[in-house]
């Protein structure tokens, strides 16, 4: 397995100073527990740090995957894909309505199995999220072998507690888990939402293509945190979980998108395989400590 030195960073947000540190693995596979993240994190973890997890080795750990090559696409998907994600939101409505760059040339790009995902959209969650354009209902492309994707874990909040409690049977100290996804939280107004199906409960979910509408009229507040082992404030709920994604994107290991997936592993995206994964570190959590 390779390994990366990464320093711990100093962020700065709305005046506090905080300290992340990566917590490393290799590959959890599909149905292998997810104690390893624990494991690799008592000998650093401290009394109220928090232990932000990303929800993607949650749900592969649970055996949340779905093969899409199973799916046989319809009108109603070669629809969605083709016509209105590569053509009107790749052409006409992403650059109009400011979405990023990246994410419009991967629209363009498309390829024909994107209707098999598109399909699988529609018969998990319904059109009100396959509208979407991207990144439809939590359900990732990356960190999967080859035609894999995986859906959102089951039951983060349950999963939090339970890391929550293996802690402090373990090291005696109590330590905020939380469960993130980088798919964004909005604020519009006073309400805050999220396009996703799950979340915390003081924000609105399950909104689909409408929030994420919504969402191009409000702010974005950062990655939608989906269970926490001890509730907090959720406005500093949000900062814990922005500050931790910030680190993963600057760690120079994040597998956001499948693309990312298929430069850093240098395959064809449906040749990549669960020991191709595990060649590589992965940071599943990071903890952030306030200074």
Known sequence: MKSYKLENKILKDANNDYIVIPVYTGYIKPGEPYNIIIKNSLDILEEDDFLVVSETPLAISQGRIVDESRFKPSISSFF????????LWGYLLGPLMGMKKRTILNLRRLPFDARKHKKLILDYYGWKHALKPASEAGVDLSNAPGTYVSLLPEDPQEISEDMGRKIVEKIGKKVIVMVIDTDATYKL??????????SLPEIRNNMGFFGYLMGRLGSILGPTPLGISHPQNIDKTLQIARIADQYQRKSGNSMET???MQKMLSGDIKSITVEMLDSIIHIPAVIVRKV
């Open 258 to 260: 499948v693309y990312d």
């Open 189 to 198: 107004g006073k309400i805050k939402f999220t396009s996703l199906p799950i």
């Open 80 to 87: 969605l894909a083709e016509i209105w994600s590569k053509y």
